[in-house]
């Protein structure tokens, strides 16, 4: 169960293309059909348009690298797949006083519970957001020889309303994915007929 | 409310590679302009480079190259990032966004459960399935001589694992039957 950050991916991915695209295409477009001042671009050595000789070079060339490092790392480690952060809730009632459950116990006995109903194979939960306002990630493996109507209902009728239970609020948002497996066994009536 | 199942693909695979190349290229930058503040000289690799850049022109083949593939690249990235990536999960009957309940099923679950029901078909020896939020598309092995009479099953069978689920829009059914082994 992880998530990416789509929309962040596909604006840098969009603004390091428009760079390149760029770079390239005014590259070429220079050489072919020159300058409007009408230097003669394509005859020109590069060396003379860069800044080679010059003492600059060499913190310049120092600091993009730098730049660049720092830049790429921090794209790369944003773009790794993460899973929905587990939680410490905390819960104060003034006949109680103060109280803090770690929602992956919870996650876990959840998980544990739905495994043994029948038509569920597996289950996979994660608890965020706040103790008034959790939010649930949760994906359920249902049998694929069982109705999937009842899978699913199950899930929302009996699973998640007693977890909302023991939460002692409702979820404020829930991601709830499906899934199938097959059975080991498999149905010995078949014909093959030929 | 943010989707977190019913969500287009990102383009992790892209940025990665992009990026690693940035990464070792400005590592190469750095490295060789710390080189040559601690031994007063370019790496040997870098001053080769430098030589070959500053003698080139611009309308060299070589420059002219670096340029297309540089537009080419760009062009490839600005079209992976803009081109919609393809749903794997199709939203379910009791998915309601209003009340904060994403609920879905993934692609991936359709074509185990319509495997599942398409191998236990008389005289189907094997299946593959493959499933979009659009299509679920079958192909089965027979080793039956009539190969409508299987496909038609086939068809009804799958047809009936989908009309099943509690999917908001159900997916089309195409089967394609292939006859092999038997007589």
Not at chain 1, 79 to 85: F, L
Request: with cysteine.
């Amino acid at each position: 169960m992880f998530t990416t950050h789509g929309v962040r991916q596909r604006t840098i991915l969009v603004i390091l293309g428009l760079l390149l695209l760029a770079a390239g295409v005014l590259g070429l477009a220079a050489v072919w059909w020159g300058f409007p001042d009408g230097t003669d671009l394509g005859r020109e050595q590069i060396g003379n348009s860069l800044p080679i000789d010059q003492q600059y070079l060499l913190p310049l060339g120092l600091a993009v690298g730098v730049i660049g490092m720092v830049l790429s790392l921090a794209v790369l480690i944003t773009a790794i797949p993460r899973r929905p952060s587990a939680h410490k809730f905390r819960y104060e009632s003034r006949n109680e006083g103060v109280s803090e459950i770690e929602t992956s116990v919870i996650a876990k006995a959840v998980e544990t519970a739905a495994q043994t109903q029948p038509e569920i194979v597996d289950a996979n939960v994660q608890i965020g957001g706040s103790a008034t306002e959790p939010v649930l990630y949760a994906r359920f493996t249902l049998r694929a020889d069982t109705p999937a109507n009842r899978g699913v209902d199950l899930v929302n009728e009996r699973v998640i309303p007693d977890l909302e239970m023991v939460l002692g609020a409702p979820f404020a948002s829930k991601h709830v994915s499906f899934s199938f497996q097959k059975p080991e066994k498999q149905d010995s009536e078949k014909v093959v007929l030929i | 409310m943010n989707r977190f199942w019913h969500v287009r693909s990102a383009r992790t695979l892209a940025l990665m590679i992009s990026f690693v190349i940035v990464l070792a290229a400005s590592i190469l930058l750095a490295l060789s302009c710390i080189l040559r503040l601690v031994n007063g000289q370019w790496p040997a690799a870098a001053e080769q480079s430098i030589k070959t850049v500053s003698n080139l022109h611009f309308n060299d083949n070589l420059a002219v190259i670096v340029m297309v593939v540089l537009a080419v690249l760009g062009l490839l990235l600005l079209l992976s990032a803009l081109i919609p990536g393809r749903r794997q999960t199709i939203l379910l009957n009791s998915d309601d966004p209003s009340a904060g309940s994403e609920q879905a099923i993934s692609c991936r679950g359709i074509s185990t459960l319509v495997g599942y029901e398409v191998e236990r078909t008389d005289s189907v020896t094997r299946a593959s399935v493959t499933t979009s939020p659009k299509l679920v598309r079958v192909t089965v092995q027979t080793p039956a001589h009539s190969v409508q009479r299987v496909r038609e099953n086939v068809q009804a069978r799958v047809q009936g694992v989908i009309d099943g689920l509690p999917v908001q829009r159900a997916p089309k059914v195409k089967v394609s039957v292939q006859r092999r082994g038997g007589n």
